[in-house]
């Protein structure tokens, strides 16, 4: 199969048309080191489920369709897609008045399966073909949520979370128990699953020693969440004894392949900290507005972009990260321009998970693409990237192959 438009691929930082042509409006401007990408005509063969070739014809002039990777989101919730938009409640209070709640329906696993269907056609409708969750703590439930994404061919990690203390009963597990499920799934589902404590407040410090050597032990990834709102990290600090990166780097759980979610109010120490062990922080510009956590400051570090559903109120990384656009006017620092957003999207989410075979259209990569048919004239845009971004509609979205498959 051959597919021909307008690709959209990465770009070395000096041909972003921000520093190009002086095209950011905002006074401080874009870091201008940041990953970008760039809209090439061209066409794209596909064999096997990748992409065997790609002509490119950067003298022809730019048109529809747009073909996008497909777009990764590094950090959402598998269970909270029917609680999107239960809004007016700080995070400790949303999560025991409506998230817990929610989970505890994963006790039945065929309540589990379903919802991921459900999940996985809302993140395929909107050109999320990859990403990494959280299911539940339980582990007949999280088996059946990996069965749906690999039957389903989608290039995914999900996580049994762990937690033990501070939460409904109907959702804690032993570490002795709950460590040695994860063990399981890992020696099951390979890459597909990662350690994953919910977060300091719901972990005993026996489960985040062990989560953190299960890690070590299988060079899994780490999932988990930091420093999202100040009530929460002062009760870690009241649970642990420590400040929040402090606690997660005594359990062993910074490194290359950990994904923080959130690190709004890190300071200055625990940034480096991240950054010497590189860490990842996941960014969730949306939830954060939402549960009022805070707008996230300027990380110097490995950075990722995920929608945080459900907390998280857009299903659309592309909303995600116009809104990470946002949120940098609101603070000092440097604001992504259109390109650096979505390269965060496509290639830069990939990098961050360590999904080294999807986020580019390059040769040997899966074909997971999004072809797009804007009705705006982005063509003849002063930065069509940026007219793409800001002006989004889903409905753009004509077709998402997976591996070459048609889904949408
Ligand atoms: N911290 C611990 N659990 C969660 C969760 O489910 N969502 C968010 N946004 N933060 C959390
Ligand atoms: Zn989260």
């Not at 110097?300 to 990384?317: F, H, N």
Request: charge should be negative; charged fraction near 20%; aromatic fraction near 6%.
């Amino acid at each position: 199969m051959r597919l021909e438009g307008t690709l959209l691929l990465p770009s070395p930082p000096e041909e972003d048309p921000v520093e190009a042509h002086g095209l950011n409006p905002w006074a401080s401007g874009a870091r201008p080191d940041a990953p970008a990408v760039r809209l090439v005509p061209g066409s794209i063969r596909i064999a096997d489920g990748r992409i065997a070739d790609v002509q490119l014809h950067p003298d022809a002039p730019i048109g529809s369709p747009l073909i996008s990777p497909g777009f990764v989101d590094a950090h959402l919730h598998l269970p909270q897609f029917d609680i999107l938009g239960a809004a007016g409640l700080p995070l400790l209070d949303w999560l025991n008045r409506v998230t817990y709640p929610a989970e505890m329906r994963w006790a039945d696993p065929t309540v589990a399966e379903r919802q991921t269907q459900r999940a996985v056609d809302q993140l395929l409708a909107h050109g999320t073909t990859s990403f990494a969750a959280y299911a539940t703590s339980h582990h007949e439930s999280v088996r059946r949520a990996l069965q749906v994404i690999t039957h389903r061919r989608l290039r995914a990690v999900v996580g049994q979370v762990l937690m033990d203390q501070q939460a409904p009963a109907a959702l804690c597990v032993e570490p002795d128990i709950a460590l040695r499920e994860t063990d399981n799934l890992l020696h099951e589902f390979g890459p597909f699953t990662s350690v994953t404590p919910r977060f300091a407040v719901c972990c005993s410090e026996a489960m985040l020693r062990g989560a953190g050597q299960l890690a070590r032990q299988h060079k899994a990834m780490v999932q988990t969440h930091v420093s999202e709102n100040l009530a929460e990290c002062d009760q870690v600090r009241r649970l642990h004894g420590a400040g929040y990166v402090e606690v997660y780097d005594r359990a062993g759980l910074l490194g290359p392949h950990s994904v923080l979610a959130h690190g709004v109010h890190l300071d200055k120490s625990q940034q480096q900290r991240l950054i010497d062990t590189q860490t990842v922080i996941a960014h969730c510009p949306t939830a954060n507005v939402f549960l009022g956590s805070g707008a996230m400051r300027r990380f110097d570090g490995r950075l990722s972009l995920g929608s945080d559903i459900g907390a998280g109120y857009e299903r659309s990384m592309v909303r995600v990260a116009r809104a990470m656009i946002e949120t940098a006017t609101h603070v000092a620092g440097p604001i992504p321009s259109p390109a650096q957003a979505w390269a965060r999207i496509t290639a830069g989410n990939a990098d961050a998970l360590g999904m080294t075979d999807v986020g580019r259209i390059a040769p040997g990569h899966r074909a997971d693409l999004v072809m797009i048919k804007p009705d705006v004239p982005w063509t003849t845009a002063p930065d069509p990237l940026g007219m793409l971004l800001f002006a989004w509609d889903n409905r753009w979205i004509a077709r998402v192959w997976l591996a070459g498959e048609p889904v949408v």
